[in-house]
Structure formats: C-alpha cells, structure tokens
C-alpha cells in the first residue's frame, strides 16, 4: 500500500470517528428537536398574528396647475412652479398632529378584548357594546385605565376595575363611575340578533392616551419612495388587525391631504380679504364721487355740455386718470408694505396685488416657503435644522420684497408728481372753459377710473375662490390600502418550524463541538494511541455499571472479555521478553497517575483473570501509603467496614516476619490466587521500599509464582514506584477515561525517553460504552445471547 493510500485511510479514519462523537449522542439531538419543535408550536399558537398593509400614493407637482395667487398678477404677484422635496413631504405626512388626529377619528385609544385561556383577541369592528365618555375629551384622551366587562344578557352587564376586583352588576344605558368620570355603556343594536354568542362572555376595556397610541402607530408606519428618485410613495403598517391596519393608511392619508388644501385655503381666504379692504376703499371713493356728480348737476341745473377744447380735456382726462392709477397702485404697495413690516413672523401675503414681476415672484415663493415650514413644525421643533434654514430663507426673501416695494413706492411717488403737475398744466389751459363743463368733467373722470378699478378688484375676486376650488391635492392616491398576501406575516409556521429543527441540531452540536475542544482528557484507546505513539495501549476496560467489582469465574460479562484481551496482550509482551533476556519474565506492575483512576481493581481483576487459567498468581499490594487491596478481599471489610490487620508487606520489610507469613489466600472460588497486603501504613515509606529485603521478595515469587501483579502508587504525586520499578517486567500505566488529561500522559514517557522505566504499556480504564473502540463495540460479549429491546416485553 503506498504513501497516498494510507493518508487515505487515515483521513477516512478519522472523518468517521468525528461523525461517531455526534451520533453517539444522537438522544440529545431528538431531544433538542422535540423540545425546539414543541417551543415553536407553542410559539405559533399563542402569538397574535400580524398582517401588512400597503398603500400607495404620488406626490404631484404643481407644474403646469394654476395657482390661486396666481390670478392677481396683474396687481401684482408670481406664478411658480412647486419643486416638492420627498423627504419633506414625508416628514409632513409622518407629524405628530396627523397621527393624533388620524386615532382620534378612528378611535383608537379605546380598544376592546375579547378574553381568551391564553391570548387576548381584540374586537376592532363592531364590538358587542359601545362606550360613551360624558368626561370632556381633553380628559379622556389624557388618561390611561382599562376596566373589564361582563356581557350577562341583553339588559345587564358586569363591571369591574380590574381582572381580580369585584363584579358590579349595571343595565345598559345607566351611567357607570371610572376614574375619569362617568361613562355610558350601550349594546350594538346591530349585534343584538346574535347576542347569544356575546352572554358569559368577559371583555377587557383599554384606554389609552391619545398622543402615546399617537406615538407608537408613527414608529410602526414607514414611509419610503417606490425607487429612488421617484415621486411614488409606499406607505406599509403590520397590525394585528387587516381592516385596521387598511383603515390607518387610508385615513392617515385623507388627513395628509385635507391639511394641504387648508393651507392653500389660507392663502386664497387671505388674498380675498385684502381684495375686499380694497373694494370697500374704492367703493367709498366712487360712491363720493357719484354723489358730487349728484350734486353739482343737481345745484347748477346741468344736464349736457358739450366740449370745448376736446384736445385739453382728452389729454387733461388721460394724466388724471394715469394720476389716480398711479395714487391707487401707491396705496397698494404702502398697504403691502405695511403688512411686511408689521408681521412679527411668518405669515402669507397677499399674492398677485403688484404689478411687478419680481415682486410677485418673491411674494409667491415666500408663501410656499411660509406653508412648507407650517408642515414641518408639525412634526418637528423651532431648533430642527429644516426649520432654521427656512427661516433664514424667509428673512431673506421677506427683506428683499421690503427692499423691492419701497423702491416701488418711490417710483410711484414720483411718478405721481409728475403727472400732478401734467394735471395742473392741462387745468390752467382749460381755465377758459366754462367752469360747469370743467367741473364736471373732472367728476366724470374721476367716477371712470374708480369704477374700472372696483370691477377688476371684484373679477379677481371671484377668480380667487374658483382658483382654490379647482385646485388639484397635494397627494394622489395610487392604490388605497391593502393588505399583502393571503395571510399573516407573522408568526410564518414554515420559518419558525425550520429555524426549530436548525436550532434544535445546532444546540446539541454547539455544545458537543465546544465541550470537545475545551475537553483535554483521554476518553478511550484510541484518544490514548494519538498521545503515546508506538508505546502499545493494551485495551480499553469498560465501565462498570454493575455492583459487583470482582470478575467471577467463567464470567461472560463485557468487563471479563476487556480484561481477557488485556491478559492476552500482557502475555504476549512477557513471552516476547522473556524471548530476548532468556529470564523468566513474569512481574506486572499496575500503576497510574494519581489515585481514583482505577488501578487497584484493574490489578485485583487482572489478577483474578490469570488465576482462572490454572496459574498461580501473587497480587501484592506495593501501594503502602493508600492501601486499598483489603477493601475488595478482606471479608472483615466488607461485612462490618472493619479492616483485618494482616501482617503484609510493610512487616516483611520493616520486621523479621518472613515472606510465607504475609501471603494470604484470596478467596475460595479462586485458590490460584494469593495475596501480600500492603500491611501497616509506615511513616517513611520511600525508605523503606528501597531496602534489599525488597529484591529478595521479587526474586522468590517470581520464581514461586507464574505471574505476579502488582498494585503500586501513582507516579505523578509520589516517587514509590519509580523506586521499585526496576524489578517490573512489564510496566501498565492506567488512565481514566474522562479523568486522565491528556498532558499528564507525558510524564510517563518522559520517564521512559530518559531511561528511568522499562517495558511500559497503557490501558484505558472506565470507558463509556459509547466511546468503546472496535473491539469493544463488536468483540465483548461474543456468544452471548441477547435480548433486543422490544423482547424484554414479551413473555
């Protein structure tokens, strides 16, 4: 087999074992399942569901649509177009003020329930019962309390404060006390045919301030153009309710538009009235006027008189009728400029009144600009950035239309100096005239240009109000509010269930992946094998579930096949030495890191298991400082918890006791078994095991014995066994699946790497049935009948 294949293999090797540490817990998985799988449909039946609603609208330009300021340009004024800002047309239409009124009309801040064992279910369209506040609203829609009613009959109801508080018993139509006062609750004559379903009922009752349930509709209703760029609108609300959420774009956008023709309302009310102020001026005059003409023809018996200088009349008439103009557009522009000055803010002008292209087109975009900012402090502070740049902006405009009719004004004074005085010098030419004819003249002229002045300023009027009338919204409305898909947006049952199963295979995933890499212990041979290398791991003893410690003579159990292949293998290893030194190689020493891993049952069990092949085997207790040999074959232990003082291994190496003295037989069942205890525990143990007393014993039992195993102390924390090790033909290191860390397997090998050890081998000991390796997991057991799991309910 080449270099390719092998890495070959051993990828696939290991590819199977990382697929193996997940599927051997496969239980936490299916219980991670179920219980997401379960938490999921707990979550889709007892979540209100939500569902979307969408609108949209246009925001139009007032391109190409006449302007109600627009019909007094002749008196001055300006035509422009509209170049509307998106964003701020949303912030319009998301102010505090049309959501407040946008509740308010839809009553929203009084919402019924409908109590269910879980959830609550509110009734948005007509509900069982009606709710009449005799408290005046600014009350009401200040207050925050909720109250619970039950539905008894078609003539009483039950009330209560709250869920646990007392039941009072009311007719319908009586008043009822609350903490805003009194209220009337009256049965939905349209619901009463089917009352029966509403009887035994109980309806819980939520009023809400005004302006919170304001507040929390602005946040949930967003507003964004269809694509970049465009004029186009969406308007998207979930709500638990379809027809609610529908009825709040609409409405929402009903308000939006009303508020916009107020505003352009304002301005043509405000242009109407300055016209009307000035109607009512001129009418005065040309009424004085008729009425001198009234009186001259009435005092002097004039009836006609013809002309006599028709020239002087014609031009005289011509540069009065220009001078009174010039004195009527003069006292427009004083009028205007007095209502600029006067204005301590920002209000509307009169458009339209000048007859000045410049100043028109200045006063219209002021009024735009004064409606846009009227918008925006709806919905925002006097310090909102928007709002200061258009203040600025209002300044400036409202200083250059200051600048622009005083210099109107004094153009207009000169120029009715100037036709004064042509007045003046075409009077003195008609001197010569008769004084009656004059006079009357000069009425006539008079009555004619006031006249014309009066029927325009009533035109323009009336062009005012069709102006407004005919104007087009500020929105168009594309689609009215419906709602998206054929259900709910939440809770989705397809994507709950699926983020179910992924977290419920991603949790015990997570936690197996990070228990393994945090994990730094040996969990089974084939852990132990990447550790050690070439040094052999002789097998892998499972763990023990059983209360019986102790292998029994033709056990059949998976612990006794474990220990039978571990036999084997020892053997091996002695036969293979004993080969080369041409010695009888036959002294096991059982030793481990630290105490708890095992080795005094792996010693004692070993033991047991080369007995039974008719050897005779010698188990010695060299672990003098925590001797435990005696609490699994001392009798005396383990009926009454009383230790036998033997004399053991200790006496023998401390005293003149001799060595057939301290060798005990083990059990009954098992003759080929003798034991030396490790005796009294001695002060200085170290010394001790290192006297010569110590080899002598070795050499006589190996010699008496086919197989001698040793229990001597951990090698990390004491010094013992390395003293002694010299005598051993055979070194077994125990490690504790679960509980030896991989780090500490080092020590060993560095012993050995040193030379301070010889022959040393390991086994893995108290191994989960789940991380048995091949021959645990196919080989233990062998010929032994067993049941599957569904026959243990037979009979």
């Known amino acids: 087999m080449d270099l390719d294949s092998k890495n070959s293999i051993k990828s696939s090797f290991d590819i199977k074992e990382i697929v193996k540490n997940y599927t051997k817990n496969w239980i936490w998985f299916v219980l991670a399942l179920v219980i997401a799988l379960s938490l999921a449909y707990v979550n889709i039946r007892y979540t209100t569901p939500q569902y979307s609603a969408i609108a949209k609208i246009q925001i139009l330009s007032e391109q190409g649509s006449k302007s109600e300021l627009s019909v007094l340009k002749d008196l001055g004024g300006f035509s422009g177009d509209s170049d509307v800002e998106v964003l701020d047309e949303i912030l319009s239409i998301k102010s505090r003020s049309n959501f407040i009124e946008?509740?308010?009309?839809?009553?929203?801040?009084?919402?019924?329930?409908?109590?269910?064992?879980?959830?609550?279910?509110?009734?948005?369209?007509?509900?069982?019962?009606?709710?009449?506040?005799?408290?005046?609203?600014?009350?009401?829609?200040?207050?925050?309390?909720?109250?619970?009613?039950d539905f008894l009959n078609e003539e009483t109801f039950g009330f209560s404060k709250s869920e646990e508080g007392e039941v009072k018993k009311y007719s319908f139509g009586s008043k009822v006390l609350t903490v805003v006062g009194d209220i009337v609750i009256t049965p939905n004559l349209s619901r009463l045919s089917n009352s029966k379903g509403f009887i035994g009922k109980r309806y819980k009752v939520l009023v809400s301030p005004i302006e919170v349930v304001a507040s929390g509709y602005r946040d949930r209703v967003s507003i964004a153009p269809t694509e970049k760029g465009s004029r186009m609108l969406d308007l998207y609300l979930t709500d638990n309710d379809q027809q609610k959420a529908k009825d709040i774009l609409n409405e929402l956008i009903k308000i939006y538009n009303n508020n916009a023709s107020a505003g352009r309302k304002a301005i043509a009310d405000k242009t109407s009235n300055f016209i009307n102020d000035r109607i009512e001026v001129i009418a005065s005059s040309l009424s004085g006027y008729d009425q001198e003409e009234q009186d001259f023809r009435s005092s002097k018996g004039v009836t006609d008189i013809e002309s006599e200088a028709s020239f002087n009349y014609g031009m005289s008439s011509s540069s009065e009728q220009e001078l009174e103009g010039a004195k009527i557009r003069l006292?427009?522009?004083?009028?205007?400029?007095?209502?600029?000055?006067?204005?301590?803010?920002?209000?509307?002008?009169?458009?339209?009144?000048?007859?000045?292209?410049?100043i028109n087109d200045a006063v219209n975009k002021y009024n735009e600009l004064v409606i846009t900012r009227d918008n925006l402090l709806k919905n925002a502070s006097s310090n909102n950035p928007a709002v200061k740049r258009l203040n600025d902006e209002l300044s400036g405009i409202k200083q250059g239309v200051a600048s622009s009719l005083a210099n109107t004004k004094n153009a207009l004074g000169l120029q009715v100096n100037s036709l004064s005085k042509q007045v003046s010098q075409f009077k003195s030419k008609l001197y010569v005239s008769p004084i009656n004819q004059r006079k009357l003249t000069d009425i006539t002229r008079k009555q004619n240009s006031i006249e014309g002045i009066y029927l325009f300023l009533l035109q323009r009027r009336e062009?005012?109000?069709?102006?407004?009338?005919?104007?087009?919204?500020?929105?168009?409305?594309?689609?009215?509010?419906?709602?998206?898909?054929?259900?709910?947006?939440?809770?989705?049952?397809?994507?709950?269930?699926?983020?179910?199963?992924?977290?419920?295979?991603?949790?015990?995933?997570?936690?197996?992946?990070v228990k393994d890499l945090l994990d730094n212990k040996i969990h089974n041979k084939i852990d132990l094998e990447k550790l050690v290398g070439t040094i052999p791991v002789l097998a892998e003893i499972p763990k023990i579930k059983s209360k019986i410690k102790l292998v029994q003579s033709n056990d059949r159990s998976v612990l006794a096949e474990s220990l039978r292949i571990l036999r084997t293998n020892i053997d091996y290893l002695l036969q293979a030495q004993q080969a080369k030194t041409k010695n009888k190689n036959n002294i096991v020493f059982i030793t481990s890191s630290v105490s708890g891993e095992g080795k005094t049952l792996l010693a004692s069990n070993l033991a047991l298991i080369f007995a039974n092949t008719n050897k005779k085997v010698l188990l010695i207790g060299a672990d003098i400082r925590n001797p435990k040999l005696y609490t699994l074959f001392d009798e005396s232990y383990s009926k009454n918890n009383v230790r036998t003082k033997y004399a053991g291994l200790t006496e023998y190496l401390t005293s003149g006791t001799t060595l057939q003295e301290i060798i005990r037989p083990s059990t009954p069942e098992s003759p080929n078994l003798d034991i030396i205890y490790s005796g009294m525990i001695p002060p200085n143990p170290a010394e001790i095991l290192m006297d010569k007393k110590m080899e002598i014993l070795f050499n006589e039992v190996s010699e008496k014995y086919d197989y001698v195993i040793v229990d001597t102390a951990p090698m990390v924390v004491v010094t013992d066994t390395l003293l002694i090790s010299k005598y051993a033909s055979q070194i077994l290191y125990v490690t504790r699946a679960g509980a030896t860390e991989n780090k500490v397997i080092q020590h060993p090998i560095n012993l050995l790497e040193e030379g301070k050890i010889n022959n040393l081998s390991f086994v893995v000991n108290h191994v989960n049935e789940s991380d048995l390796g091949y021959g645990g997991k196919y080989g233990y057991g062998y010929g032994v009948d067993q049941k599957k799991w569904w026959q243990f309910f037979k009979k």
């Open 102 to 149: 946008m509740v308010d009309n839809l009553n929203l801040n009084v919402r019924i329930f409908t109590e269910g064992r879980v959830l609550e279910t509110e009734v948005y369209k007509n509900p069982p019962f009606t709710i009449n506040f005799l408290e005046h609203d600014s009350i009401v829609n200040k207050t925050g309390f909720s109250f619970y009613i």
């Open 463 to 513: 062009e005012s109000q069709i102006a407004f009338a005919s104007a087009t919204p500020k929105l168009k409305t594309i689609d009215y509010a419906y709602n998206l898909g054929n259900g709910p947006v939440s809770p989705i049952k397809r994507n709950i269930y699926f983020m179910a199963i992924v977290a419920g295979l991603f949790i015990p995933f997570g936690f197996i992946y």
């Open 331 to 358: 006292g427009v522009v004083e009028a205007l400029t007095n209502q600029v000055q006067n204005q301590d803010g920002f209000d509307v002008l009169p458009s339209g009144v000048i007859q000045d292209p410049s």
